[in-house]
């Protein structure tokens, strides 16, 4: 099991932006994709971007395109996401989390597409 660390969050106003960060100490040569979620008070955890560890090709939520991109550091071994343009809808705690198989967009794109996952890291936008 690859433990995940997620770091960067804080409160923000509106506008602002964030840049969090996911490390994964350890291997990686064994990871296929690795991704970023949110969960609200109240709602449930939702997809927010995805990248494909060789190669880098990114996917993201229609929600978030534009203002959120994420990156992956091949020798920290760790997963950013630059939040720009933050609204106070984004306030969410915000979870990474990695797949060690090949699989789609589709697949990765969804909770149960994910082996591992970290703790989570609160973002909290005030307008």
């Known amino acids: 099991q690859v433990q995940l660390v997620e770091s960067g969050g804080g409160l923000v106003q509106a506008g602002g932006s964030l840049r969090l960060s996911c490390a994964a100490p350890?291997?990686?040569?064994?990871?296929?994709?690795m991704g970023w979620f949110r969960q609200a008070p109240g709602k449930e955890r939702e997809f927010v971007a995805a990248i494909i560890w060789r190669g880098g090709y990114t996917y993201y939520a229609d929600s978030v395109k534009g203002r959120f991109t994420i990156s992956r550091d091949n020798n920290k071994n760790t997963v950013d996401l630059q939040i720009n343009s933050l609204k106070p809808e984004d306030t969410a705690v915000y979870y990474c989390?990695?797949?060690?198989?090949?699989?789609?967009?589709?697949?990765?794109?969804?909770?149960?597409?994910?082996?591992?996952w970290g703790q989570g890291t609160q973002v909290t936008v005030s307008s």
């Open positions: 989390a990695t797949r060690r198989t090949t699989a789609d967009w589709g697949t990765l794109r969804t909770v149960g597409g994910y082996h591992d």
């Open positions: 350890g291997r990686t040569f064994s990871t296929y994709a």
